[in-house]
């Protein structure tokens, strides 16, 4: 298993990918399943996840993802967010059978962290149903926070399937969770803000009501201006730290500094940008959120010659995964959710196709700018920004 580095040089899994787990300002994003419809010996289902600052959060969990963790560098146990793109098998059936797990390997005593779990309308009612049917106990608090679907992001025939989940009554009263219904002014769900990060949804189109994410990282304050700083007279010390911080300081001539006084322009947080299922995107919101992402995870179920099968599908193909990168400016493209059709080139036999053919589709209708096929246990670092 190896996993791939965003200048493209291959790193082994182990010391230097817990180096990247351990360094403070790291974000990296690692494929567990990159394969579409059910798990393969060669790909696992939808499972991707995102490290940033020691945070662990996992996007889709596909059946086989407990058993991925153990095969990757990675640990179940430091999830503590997940998010489903949409209510098909290959991206939820894994995850009762994670939390599970989680739960049988934590320490009761350890204060494990509650998991806040976002996805579709009836995401919740699944879960608290097959726990309670399964007897179930977790050892830490989950709380399931629900996306509410627009009409436009499914057909017709398949709206109507969805029609009650939102008027259950079977589930306790005062069960925990946000309902997120769509906001207007940049047609998003807002998920997370705090200081540090930015998490919002949009709106795809699917079989079923489906959404990408967002992972945006806020602006870091600029760096220390030294020169100017000893030109008013700070040494090296505590005094910097403040300043960095935002901190206003006063020396003890009495002057007063304030943190703009001696701080370059703020550095741009990083961005990165995973979808779900889709034939195309609802309104306006998924390419806004998206301009610029350093990565951009898109699936691409079959190839440009299958087009009219995978819109009939609700599914994309290289090309048209190309043409929304192309058109959001995004800096990489990676490629996921592949037919199991696709081979890789040493497994290629008769009347098999060739899973490179998808990287050079997509390659072609972005003249040539490098695409990233997925791999299960990928790792792909997303360096800080220095400049703006």
């Not at 990282?217 to 700083?229: C, F, S, T, W």
Request: negative net charge.
């Amino acid at each position: 298993m190896k996993s791939k580095h965003l200048e493209n040089q291959w790193l082994e899994p182990g010391a230097e990918g817990a180096a990247l787990l351990l360094n403070k300002m790291s974000m990296d994003v690692t494929f567990l399943g990159t394969g579409a419809a059910y798990p393969s010996p060669t790909r696992g289902a939808s499972a991707t996840v995102v490290r940033f600052e020691g945070e662990c959060w996992l996007f889709d969990c596909g059946e086989g993802t407990q058993t991925q963790f153990m095969k990757s560098q990675l640990k179940a146990g430091r999830i503590t967010k997940i998010f489903i793109t949409h209510l098909h098998g290959d991206h939820f059936f894994g995850l009762p059978g994670l939390l599970c797990t989680i739960s049988l390997q934590s320490d009761p005593a350890g204060n494990k962290l509650p998991v806040d779990i976002y996805g579709p309308l009836g995401l919740r009612s699944f879960l608290w149903r097959i726990m309670a049917l399964s007897h179930s106990q977790l050892t830490f608090p989950y709380v399931v926070h629900e996306l509410v679907p627009t009409p436009e992001q499914c057909p017709e025939e398949e709206r109507k399937e969805l029609s009650f989940v939102d008027r259950d009554a079977a589930l306790p009263e005062g069960t925990p969770g946000r309902t997120v219904y769509l906001d207007p002014t940049d047609n998003s769900y807002p998920l997370v803000d705090n200081e540090q990060f930015v998490m919002k949804a949009f709106r795809l189109f699917h079989r079923i009501p489906s959404f990408g994410f967002l992972v945006e990282e806020k602006p870091r304050p600029g760096r220390l201006n030294v020169q100017k700083l000893k030109e008013l007279g700070v040494q090296p010390g505590p005094m910097y730290g403040k300043l960095k911080e935002g901190i206003t300081v006063v020396l003890e001539n009495g002057t007063t500094i304030s943190p703009s006084d001696v701080l370059e322009e703020p550095l741009p947080g990083r961005k990165i940008c995973i979808l779900g299922d889709c034939c195309g995107m609802v309104g306006e919101g998924a390419a806004s959120l998206c301009h610029g992402a350093d990565i951009l995870v898109h699936e691409a179920t079959l190839d440009d010659s299958q087009m009219d099968k995978a819109r009939e599908h609700g599914h994309s193909t290289p090309k048209m995964a190309a043409e929304f990168a192309k058109r959001c400016q995004v800096k990489r493209l990676v490629l996921s959710h592949l037919s199991q059709r696709y081979k890789p080139t040493s497994q290629v036999g008769a009347g098999d196709l060739d899973v490179l053919e998808l990287k050079r589709q997509a390659e072609l209708a972005l003249d040539g700018q490098e695409v990233v096929l997925a791999e299960d246990f990928m790792t792909i670092a997303v360096p800080l920004k220095k400049t703006r």
